[in-house]
């Protein structure tokens, strides 16, 4: 399979470049380069690929042979040969890692004059996965690393992560930033290898007392660069102009690099945010043959025809009237997307966070009290109890499901704080369809009422045509709680993952039924594993839902309060799995 992927990297480059090239697969650790033959080199397997679901590594591997390609037609490594004659030996490994960063920088910022559609958005979303993979600052040992690190993420994102501990290298950071972002955005090449050297002339505080021999290889691996430095070469663009475009929008590196130099301090603000990019199996059909793709098809169909199945057949362990489970018509996406807008921020903040907490989710050695003992601490000058390793095991956090219930009942058309809490209860589902739909994790969301019944909404596939449907999520009687989050559980039950969450959004006591059996059924399903979150709307009766779904419970107002500390809620939870 991954020689296939790489037999139509040749394509692409060939249709873009009207030239051969050869790919291979990359030798671990490197997650791939480029050399003067037009071989391209990428990793089948590396670290970053970790908690990435198929189509999420395939888009991350299709991005990191776009970047290389771009090297083929942007760069020029024959400046590096002569560079390599006028330095000696440690000036030209700081030259070369200067230049290399203000060179990967330069051509994803000049991306888009080449490329378009699905090569950007997996360029974008392997540059954003590296991102999130360096270390933050203060974990970097040695001033002239943290230096790097910085130039690394200022390039790549505009943001940078931490605080610097070191002073020398905040200053020289701070001397360097503005040339390098001058260097990133020219369209010379004589222009950015200037501005290299100058860079490492402002760093030579640093690097002079670095070690490279032992570190210059640690720098690359550490901080996830995903070219190798080249000697020699010509770029395919030699002595051809091409009309520079700049991306000027406010969610660009280049605009909060702009940013950053106008404020100079480092770490985000309470208004940085990074676009989470969605990857799904949809993006990766344009490299896929047609008989392979009609099959693929098949495939989901019945799929989707066997889990339909089995939802069907659920039924409450508590005695009803009647149940009724019904399908919703899909809404407007255009209206979908205009109704989102003012909530992407706090959805792509989420997003963020469990993208880390997913990421993070890893295998890892740790300093322990008992363990395996490490010498090197063991005989450190500094003492420390904790001279002992021992390597973590996994979570799987990303393996959860998730069912979200809504109470559709009549009391839902009072107003809270000049909304009505239908608006905010469907616009909180929303928002957690949103921020979940990047990680391919199982979500399903209804609304109850009467006794009972159900309204589908999102049957846990979360796409977005699914989460349209709740644009007409409405009230309609009374509301029987106990036996709707029995239906939930059963809902839970059904699927194969290993973590279950069950988040039911209400405004009150349940009008059939007692809140006694609620308080149960949270507990049957808290003893069965499976983590429950209560989330109140409005003051109506917040001292007895807090009875009924305990210490995991949460009163909003609005959907801002709302969605920001429940997702911090939600955080904890799946952390502590």
Known sequence: MFEKELRNFEHIFRGITGKRCVCFPETPPELGHTDENAHIYVAENHEYYKGLSIAEQKMFRLGIFTHEMLHQIFSNFSLLQRMAEKLDEKEYRVFAECNNLVEDASIEFMASNVIKGKLLKALQFSIQTIYLNTPELQEIPSPYQQFICALVQFGDMGILKGD?????????????????????????????????????????????????????KSISDLFGSSSKTLTKGTSCCDGKSIKIHEDETENSASARRKKYLKKKTSGADDNDSIHVIVITSEDLDWLTSSEDLAVKRQNEEEKQNREDAIDKSIRPNISVDRLRNLDVECGVEEEYKNHMTAYRPIINSFSKTLQRIFQNDKSEVVKKKKGKLNIERYYAPRKTPRIFDRRTTPKNIKDMAITIAIDESGSMTAEEMGKKRTRIAKEVALCFAEAFSPFNVPLYVFGYHDDVTHHHYIKWRNTKKERTKLLVYNCYGCNHDAASINYAVELLKSRKEKHKLL???????????????????????????????????????????????????????????????????????????
Not at 522 to 538: D, E, F, P, Q, T
């Open 164 to 216: 610097f501990t070191f002073p020398e290298s905040k200053e020289c950071f701070n001397q360097a930033a503005k040339l390098f972002d001058k260097a990133v955005e020219s369209q010379s090449t004589i222009v950015r290898k200037n501005c290299a050297v100058k860079i490492m002339e402002i760093a030579k505080p640093l690097w002079e007392k670095e070690d490279l021999e032992d570190k210059s």
């Open 503 to 577: 988040i039911v959004i209400t405004d009150g006591i349940p009008s059939i039924g007692e809140p006694l059996d609620v308080q149960n059924e949270v507990r049957k399903a808290r003893k069965m594993g499976y983590a429950v979150l209560g989330v109140a709307i409005g003051n109506d009766a917040t001292e007895a839902i807090k009875t009924m779904y305990g210490k995991d419970f949460f009163h909003v107002t609005s959907t801002e309060t709302a969605f920001k500390n429940v997702a911090k809620i939600i955080s904890k939870m799946i952390q502590s799995w």
